[in-house]
T-cell receptor, first 113, second 116 residues
Framework: NAGVMQNPRHLVRRRGQEARLRCSPM?????VYWYRQLPEEGLKFMVY????????ESGMPKERFSAEFPKEGPSILRIQQVVRGDSAAYFC???????????FGPGTRLLVL | GNSVTQMEGPVTLSEEAFLTINCTYT??????LFWYVQYPGEGLQLLLK?????DKGSNKGFEATYRKETTSFHLEKGSVQVSDSAVYFC???????????????FGTGTRLKVLA
């Protein structure tokens, strides 16, 4: 049973470009969480989605960041007009049902030049 | 609000030494507690968990007991190996009491280095 998949694993962008991060949850999981890990820090919650719905985006910056989890296909975290401060590791986690254990993907390491 | 506090690292031990990494939490309601391990350049792997007071989670020789009276979930291992070198994160799930989200709140992580 494949785990949570994220791609790309590494992404380099110049300031002002867009970054798209993809997350495919584990088979049978319909709940997706995104977290951000800044260098030498713990993970911080960003957004929680179920299929086609954003349930909680209280951890998302108000501007430039958006997330979706369409009926078909992976969840996407989109960062527009990236800045150096967006450089971080972005982790996706999935669970089968709300409140169940979350399983994490390998992360996407974003570097903004 | 809910929070997790971990002991600062790095922790450096010799092989076969006893390991304790302290973790305390603040939460409303009845959170579930977790330890995750992150090896260099990789994602987080669930190490163990406990869902109610006095539960003991264990895996691969690691143990942690959910202590409600001291709001703690300290990670222990009797004899560490070089392969245990990693960053360890304590986390809680807020159980939906504050947000209905069950999002995880993580500590800042403790880096463990085990020397041969």
């Amino acid at each position: 049973n494949a785990g949570v998949m994220q791609n790309p694993r590494h992404l380099v962008r110049r300031r002002g470009q867009e970054a798209r991060l993809r997350c495919s949850p584990m088979k049978g999981h319909s709940h997706v969480y995104w977290y951000r890990q800044l260098p030498e820090e713990g993970l911080k919650f960003m957004v929680y989605l179920q299929k086609e719905n954003i349930i909680d985006e209280s951890g998302m910056p108000k501007e430039r960041f958006s997330a979706e989890f369409p009926k078909e296909g992976p969840s996407i975290l989109r960062i527009q007009q990236v800045v150096r401060g967006d450089s971080a590791a972005y982790f996706c986690a999935s669970s089968r049902n709300r409140g169940e254990t979350q399983y994490f993907g390998p992360g996407t390491r974003l570097l903004v030049l | 609000g809910n929070s997790v506090t971990q002991m600062e690292g790095p922790v450096t031990l010799s092989e076969e030494a006893f390991l304790t990494i302290n973790c305390t939490y603040t939460a409303t309601g009845y959170p579930s507690l977790f330890w995750y391990v992150q090896y260099p350049g990789e994602g987080l792997q669930l190490l163990l968990k406990a869902t109610k007071a006095d539960d003991k989670g264990s895996n691969k020789g690691f143990e942690a007991t959910y202590r409600k009276e001291t709001t703690s979930f300290h990670l222990e291992k009797g004899s560490v190996q070089v392969s245990d070198s990693a960053v360890y994160f304590c986390a809680l799930s807020d159980g939906g009491y504050t947000s209905g989200t069950y999002k995880y709140i993580f500590g800042t992580g403790t880096r463990l280095k085990v020397l041969a």
